[in-house]
């Protein structure tokens, strides 16, 4: 089988390995510091060397290497266009990455073909070629839940009229499309980093499922929370409520609820637009599903198309610690044709 190299490169570490076309190992993973605020140079000196390491350890001789960004990232031209967790800080302000011509570099650094893409549009060619896709799905949507909420699209030959061959990674018309965290479900609604008031990711990221539980633990409701974080409400975290939702919390249960409908109101407008047999939920938050998947599948049955939702699968992602691999695997063996 062929081989190639998978990277996922975030703000904390750099993973690489090289895997075969079925997504099995073709080697071991390594991981280093990512240094991602410690400059174009450090980053890429440490994107290299993983990268090395992994091309090194591989039974086969690697064919190419995929990344897995976070960020716009523009591969036809070869550059990160925009990514807020990489860059340094110079005089006391942080400089992050805007317009940086990555590929080439890496390229000449690693002696290897680099193919780039945004790390949940990555993780959505993942699924669909690895995971719960199984590699023919019509159309596969997938969201990543964590600090933020990601999404990406991929489309098969049926899902497009025309003359199509494999399936088909929706970028946009300037490779930075696809920001399903960042649609509307409440116009005015809360803010989120991002500058837009009401978005998905304003009630559905990571700090969002907090801020909703401290409100309520704050007001006094009775909670194992309290127990858990040792009286400290600013410790709480998804964890800790997902633990106490297993044994029955009723305010946990309730938090968990309301993030469902809320994600599921988005779900429902993802539906309508792309009518995915597929639609797989990913990423650390989605743990969490045994206690928020019900209020999600109702709440986006109330709003999408009937005919839409009925022949759409709302799924669990089956790769979640490795998703950024796989989906930089998957972009890499896209890459070779």
Known sequence: MRCVVGVDLGGTNVRAQALYEDGSPAGSRFENESLAQRGTERILDQVALTVKQAV?????????????IPGHIDDAAGVVRWAPNFGETIDGVFHYWQNVPMKADLEARTGTKITMANDANAAAMGEYMFGSGEGKANCLVMLTLGTGIGGGVVLGPRSVQGSVTGPLLLVGGNMGGVELGHTTVLRGGLDCNA??????????????IIRRVTHKMRRGRQTVLFEYAEGDIAKVTPKMLSQAAAEGDALSLEVWREFGEWLGAGVANFINIFAPDKLA?????????PYFMDALKNEAQNSAIPSLFGDCSIVIAQHMEDAGLLGGAALALQALG
């Open 56 to 68: 090194s350890a591989s039974a086969t001789p690697p064919l190419g290497v995929g990344m897995a």
């Open 195 to 208: 500058g837009t008031y009401g978005a998905v990711e304003a009630y559905c990221q990571r700090d969002a």
């Open 281 to 289: 939920i990913g990423g650390q938050v989605a743990k969490a599903h």
